[in-house]
């Protein structure tokens, strides 16, 4: 019962680090979703895809790039990072359908830029 | 992007009475979500509402789909202390999900 799994769960960069969060679903969910988390801050969605090979951005995408080779894997980079990227980042994948809705979500990826 | 205003805030309430939360948009959704998230984790799907007017439970949980499909609430009867965490409404348009500010729920024993 895997679902969504996110990689690494915690991380610290420096300011003007690179790196890539993993995200992996098991449910061959063709919808995927990275959201980031700010506090009292809801959810903002940065960048998602509709399936392999599309991806199209949300409200928050610039510092983030997105791929997505495979249904299975959608993977977050972030160059050159920022103090204001600091965040909690989700993961999160769907089937979309006639009745479309359910988000199925990861564990989380807590990140801290200083 | 879209604004989804939550209320309220956060609620501190005694164990057994009931909650009451709602959420509004300025925009039309096809679909509206309530989630709740616990310390630590993603946040997991409580009820979906799919059409305008629409009442959904689930166990304790009542959910509306206003009819203006701009607005929904959530209720929560006789709450128990592991109804504890931060709700969330989240409105569907298109491909995007957009979520509300959230409510933070305490249930004092």
């Known amino acids: 019962n895997a679902g969504v799994t996110q990689t690494p769960k915690f991380r610290i960069l420096k300011i003007g680090q690179s790196m890539t969060l993993q995200c992996t679903q098991d449910m061959n969910h063709n919808y995927m979703y990275w959201y980031r988390q700010d506090p009292g801050m809801g959810l903002k969605l940065i960048y998602y895809?509709?399936?392999?090979?599309?991806?199209d951005k949300g409200e928050v995408p610039n510092g983030y790039n997105v791929s997505r080779s495979t249904t299975e894997d959608f993977p977050l980079r972030l160059e050159l990072a920022a103090p204001s990227q600091t965040s909690v980042y989700f993961c999160?994948?769907?089937?979309?359908?006639?009745?479309?809705?359910?988000?199925?979500f990861g564990e989380g990826s807590r990140l801290t830029v200083l | 992007g879209q604004q989804l205003n939550q209320s309220p805030q956060s609620m501190f309430i005694q164990e057994g009475e009931d909650v009451s939360m709602n959420c509004t948009s300025s925009?039309?959704?096809?679909?509206w979500l309530w989630y709740k998230q616990d310390p630590g984790e993603g946040p997991v799907l409580l009820i979906a509402?799919?059409?305008?007017?629409e009442l959904t439970s689930n166990g304790r949980l009542t959910a509306q789909f206003g009819i203006t499909r701009k607005d929904s609430f959530l209720n929560i009867s006789a709450s128990i202390p592991s109804d504890v965490g931060i709700y969330f409404c989240a409105g569907q348009s298109g491909n995007q999900f957009y979520f509300g500010t959230g409510t933070s729920l305490t249930v004092i024993p």
């Open positions: 999160a994948s769907s089937r979309q359908g006639r009745l479309t809705g359910e988000l199925f």
């Open positions: 895809s509709v399936g392999a090979g599309i991806t």
């Open positions: 925009s039309i959704f096809n679909t």
């Open positions: 509402l799919y059409k305008a007017g």
